[in-house]
């Protein structure tokens, strides 16, 4: 099966390691990791998801990132957004995709240690739901 990674590169240092661990998963789950494909953060996600999922070499797809806290709203706002467009690219392709968004609302003391959890179960849930 072969799948595709959407990383926001707003958090590149974090994400980065993110998408080894999730390459990784990738590999132990027997599935081909064929497309990476860096966004500038969140919100640019669905569209290079929906322009993946449209592809017939893609089976499913992960999306990895961080939304972290801010002072207002806009962090919330904006993940709840990309969140249903995500969902509804699945649904709309019928392709699954994997999760792997840190937050919204993410404190820094929360996001380390989500790094690796996210990125492999983001991965786990396309061999999952393939």
């Known amino acids: 099966m072969n799948i595709a990674i959407v990383c926001g590169s707003f958090h590149k240092s974090e994400v980065s390691k993110m998408l080894e661990w ?10 081909t990791l064929t497309d990476v494909v860096w966004v500038p953060g ?18 499913g ?5 961080i939304i972290e806290k801010g ?14 467009s995500i969902i509804d690219l699945q649904l709309t392709w019928n392709k699954p995709v ?11 003391e929360h996001i380390g240690p989500r ?4 990125a492999r179960a ?9």
């Open 22 to 31: 999730a390459s990784d998963e990738a590999s132990q789950q027997g599935l």
């Open 122 to 130: 983001a991965v786990a849930a396309i061999s999952a739901m393939s």
């Open 71 to 84: 002072h207002t709203q806009h962090g919330l706002a904006m993940g709840q957004s990309v969140m249903q």
């Open 61 to 65: 797809a992960a999306c990895l990132g």
């Open 98 to 108: 994997g999760l792997g968004i840190i937050g919204p609302g993410a404190e820094p």
């Open 42 to 59: 969140a919100m640019e996600v669905p569209l290079a998801l929906n322009r993946l999922m449209a592809r017939d070499d893609i089976q």
């Open 115 to 118: 790094l690796e959890p996210h």
